[in-house]
């Protein structure tokens, strides 16, 4: 096992990865900007570096000055979090290249995943089910049209480069096409410096649900159920559950034996997570994330294991010490995301935490790097606690978050608290009922 863990990264994910280490008696070295000398991260840690000034491409997305930290502090691996580096193939390659380990997926793959083209093309080689769409990219406009009069209208454009719904356009009917085809090209072009876009049918009403997995150096891949993350405002996750109010236990079940073994061919290692659209009953896979990701706290609730200790033992090349049957799904779990903004707006609000008070009580978690007195920097993402609470059932999840939301405290900044509660207390999302435009309408009839 390591010695010693360099956290490339800040905030509560950075204390996630920490506390992983403690208990596992691994030290752990934080690296953090000037603007985070006094971070909870920084002050938890074994060992920190200053690796450059506020901004994060001069800090935390520096990577000579990363792995010189971990160069002169002898760490054995880094651990990326999420955001940042963590899907940086050449970033990836430049750990090992150092001697150190990755603690996530292979370059390769974590290369292959961030072309959706390629990741589509692999997992429709490995019968995981798919959007309707162009078989690879669109090479020109006249077979944007011949694919769509295939798959008929609506249809999508997406950037082979893209994610989190930058380049995608929606093309209604043939007359929208062009268009369509023209701003997603030069979205791509401009955002990720590489005009190549595909298509799909476009799914008008869909939930957003993702498969969370775990594969080891031994060929072992075993699933952990799925979350919910269709409560979204412009491709930002607000709440997200475990597991999803509209799967039954045997769509799970199917679901994950056709990934697992899909991933198991491919010959994946460590964390990931498989993003679907459920919409009338069926799954099709969009995209895939080769790293931890932000609301994986859920997971843990419901599987009762500590996915941070587990890619750690994989990346130090131990085999999982159980299978599929062993992982059981127990009750239910809910995150609200708390960031510092304005909870109408969702202005931007940094500045000075006067008092911070985390709830607590039976099935409530919270991950945060918060602490009274403590500045919210403006530089970089406004997640400033994750409340994740675990209950017998949603309804019973529901009233624990609404209590816990009504203990919580953070003072000083405006915070999306009192959205949080609006929405559990709402009845549309007690039923369970609702996609991925839900919020959208949610926030719209509040702001009146
Ligand atoms: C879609 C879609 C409808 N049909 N693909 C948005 C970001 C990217 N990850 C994929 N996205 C979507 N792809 C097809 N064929 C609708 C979305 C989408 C979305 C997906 C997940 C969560 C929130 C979303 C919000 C708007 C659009």
């Given at each position: ?220 891949v075993?699933h ?32 994950g034996s056709?990934v697992t073994s899909?991933l198991s ?184």
């Open positions: 096992m390591f010695g010693k863990v360099l956290i490339a990264n800040r905030g509560e994910i950075a204390l996630r990865v920490h506390r992983a280490c403690q208990e596992m008696g691994i030290r752990t070295v934080a690296v953090h900007s000037t603007a985070d000398a006094t971070a909870m991260h920084v002050r938890l840690a074994d060992e920190s570096v200053c690796i450059g000034p506020p901004a994060a491409r001069d800090s935390y997305l520096n990577v000579a000055a990363i792995l010189s930290a971990a160069t002169i502090t002898g760490a054995d691996a880094v651990h990326p979090g999420y955001g940042f580096l963590s899907e940086n193939a050449r970033f990836a390659e430049m750990v090992e290249a150092h001697g150190l380990k990755f603690i996530g997926p292979s370059p390769d793959h974590i290369r292959m995943m961030g072309d959706k083209i390629a990741a589509k093309d692999a997992m429709r080689r490995l019968d995981v089910p798919l959007v309707p769409g162009s078989p690879g990219a669109l090479e020109s406009l006249d077979e944007a049209r011949a694919v769509a009069d295939q798959i008929k209208y609506p249809v999508l454009i997406k950037a082979a480069a893209g994610g989190g719904g930058r380049g995608m356009k929606v093309a209604r009917s043939a007359d929208e096409l062009e268009e369509a085809w023209r701003v997603a090209r030069a979205e791509a072009k401009a955002a990720f410096g590489d005009d190549s876009v595909y298509m799909e049918k476009y799914l008008d009403r869909p939930r957003h649900i993702e498969l969370q997995v775990l594969a080891d150096t031994h060929g072992k075993v952990f159920g799925e979350r919910d993350c269709s409560l979204q405002r412009r491709h930002q996750k607000l709440v997200e559950e475990a597991g999803s109010p509209v799967l039954s236990a045997a769509d799970r079940e199917a679901l056709r899909a061919k491919l010959g994946y290692r460590n964390a990931g997570t498989l993003e679907f659209l459920w919409q009338d009953g069926q799954f099709a896979f969009i995209e895939m994330n080769t790293r931890l990701q932000v609301e994986h706290p859920v997971t843990e609730m419901v599987c009762g294991i500590d996915l941070v200790k587990e890619q750690i033992r994989i990346a130090a090349g131990e085999p999982l010490g159980y299978t599929q049957k062993d992982i059981q799904f127990r009750g239910h779990a809910i995150e609200c995301r708390i960031t510092a903004e304005d909870p109408e707006t969702f202005a931007p609000s940094p500045g000075r935490v006067n008092t911070y008070h985390a709830p607590g009580g039976l099935g409530v978690r919270v991950d945060s790097a918060l602490y009274s007195g403590y500045t919210v920097p403006p530089h970089y993402d406004s997640l400033v606690a994750k409340l994740v609470v675990h209950a017998p059932n949603r309804a019973e999840a529901i009233a624990r978050m609404r209590r816990a939301l009504s203990e919580m405290v953070v003072a000083g900044i405006r915070t999306t608290l009192p959205l949080h509660q609006a929405v559990m207390e709402d009845a549309e999302f007690q039923s369970g009922d609702y996609t991925i435009h839900w919020l959208e309408r949610f926030v719209a009839d509040r702001q009146g």
